[in-house]
């Protein structure tokens, strides 16, 4: 049984607990540096950093979003990437996670949206408050709040609780890339942190992502963007300090969700399947590939039929197929055995240099919906090593300064908020961090 802690402070009152994450999408940890990120670079040093941090599987932003807010694995949580096949009467047919409908359709098909409850709903239930501002896609934005317990602001629709929808001149115009980063922040640090000051704000920037998707990893134009991203992420944490000198009451998180590969070919697994005779047509509903980046999903109308096995055999001889797990092994993913969704691979990682001296290619699975060529560009979804190194840095809240070398993960960012505001974190499959360095 779940137990629930006693609310111990007042809402809003000078001295409450409060934390504060920013989300630098995409930012890889190893391309923090001094030159490109002097903030983040300096914040390293000076706070708590996490040198053996990971992102969850699929590493893609919209299950990244809901593994952050549930402090749980997809397995647990349900949002299984940032596309899922989903049978909404018709069969299963492929959707983006991304789009603003999503959380009906998977509601739809489902009966439910995010199966574990958000950080929002837990503040909720203490009588606090959440309010999220994101610049990334509208079904990452709403998956970290998908039942409306606290507010959500993005550019496609602001909501407040109830899944009220509210009146938000100031999210209507964002656009992504940097200068509607900035323009998100300013309102952030003003509107939100100085005003309404939330028990949690969650602030998710759309660079160095938009930009990495868009130009080769480590060329001038991603390495402005992780400037920019870098500067927003100082403004915030300024405002922060100046709020609470002391770094007691306000808990400081600002990390990735994931990293990217360089993308090194497409591969057309539809097309693949229906020519090894495992699939009918690219319309046909028994076998459907989700496209996840340098991952995909595979769908069965029928879980336990013999198609799985067959379709596992064959991709165990492909060579662009790094990782695979498959029925019971997709445990081991963190993915849920028991759905329509009975196979996951990661494609295979190499780790040569790009034209910019950045590590990491990976192929990606074509996405029929996308036609524009991704190859020389960044990408994730998968395991490969760089995509898997999101970065985590936590200040204040009592955390010692000092790199932790063990293990954590995007689930261990939610039980540990929930820990500063002294509430219950003890059902998540993340754990609250280590306040000192040599804590294991
Ligand atoms: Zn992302």
Redesign the pocket.
């Known amino acids: 049984m779940k137990t629930r802690a006693i609310k111990t402070h007042a809402i809003k009152s000078g001295g409450a607990p409060r934390a504060v994450i920013v989300i630098c999408?995409?930012l890889r940890a190893d391309l923090i540096m001094p030159e490109t990120a002097p903030f983040l670079s300096e914040l390293r040093e000076r706070a708590a950093a996490f040198a053996a941090h990971r992102s969850v599987f699929p590493s893609?932003?919209r299950a990244?979003a809901a593994s952050i807010a549930t402090g749980c694995r997809p397995a647990r949580h349900g949002l299984l990437g940032n596309t899922m096949a989903l049978d909404e009467g018709e069969g299963l047919i492929c959707r983006s996670a991304g789009a603003p409908d999503f959380r009906d359709r998977i509601r739809r098909a489902t009966g439910r949206t995010l199966h574990v409850p958000t950080l929002a709903e837990r503040l909720r239930w203490h009588g606090e408050s959440s309010v999220s501002c994101a610049n990334?896609s509208p079904g990452?934005a709403y998956f970290q709040d998908p039942d409306g317990h606290g507010w959500v602001h993005h550019s496609a629709g602001s909501f407040g609780p109830g899944r009220v929808a509210i009146e938000d001149p100031a999210s209507a115009g964002l656009t992504k890339g940097i200068a509607g980063d900035r323009a998100m922040t300013e309102r952030f640090c003003s509107d939100v942190l100085e005003e309404r000051a939330p028990s949690v704000a969650i602030l998710w920037l759309s660079e160095p992502?938009y930009t990495g998707h868009h130009a080769p990893l480590g060329s001038p134009q991603h390495l402005a963007a992780i400037a920019g991203a870098d500067t927003l992420v100082k403004q915030v944490f300024e405002t922060v300090r100046r709020l609470d000198s002391t770094g007691e009451d306000i808990l400081f998180v600002t990390g990735s969700?994931?990293g990217m590969e360089t993308v090194a070919d497409s591969i057309d697994l539809t097309e693949l399947l229906i020519a090894a005779g495992l699939k009918d047509s690219r319309e046909s509903r028994e076998l459907v590939v989700a496209p996840n980046g340098t991952a995909a999903t595979l769908y069965f109308a029928d879980p336990a039929g013999e198609l799985v096995g067959r379709v596992a055999r064959f991709l165990a001889g492909e060579n662009w197929v790094g990782e695979m797990f498959a029925g019971e092994r997709l445990a081991d993913a963190g993915l849920p055995t028991d759905t329509p969704m009975q196979i996951a691979v990661s494609l295979a990682a190499e780790d040569r240099e790009n034209p910019h001296g950045v590590a990491g290619y990976a192929p990606i699975v074509q996405d029929p919906s996308d036609n524009e060529s991704k190859i020389g560009f960044g990408q994730?979804g998968g395991l490969g090593p760089h995509e898997q190194r999101p970065f985590l840095i936590v200040e204040g809240g009592g955390f010692e300064r000092g790199e932790r070398r063990q293990p954590s993960s995007l689930v261990d960012i939610a039980p540990t908020v929930l820990r500063h505001l002294h509430m219950d974190h003890d059902d998540m499959d993340g754990r609250a961090l280590p306040h000192r360095v040599s804590e294991r």
């Open positions: 999408d995409s893609t932003t990244s990334v990452a992502d969700d994931h994730h």
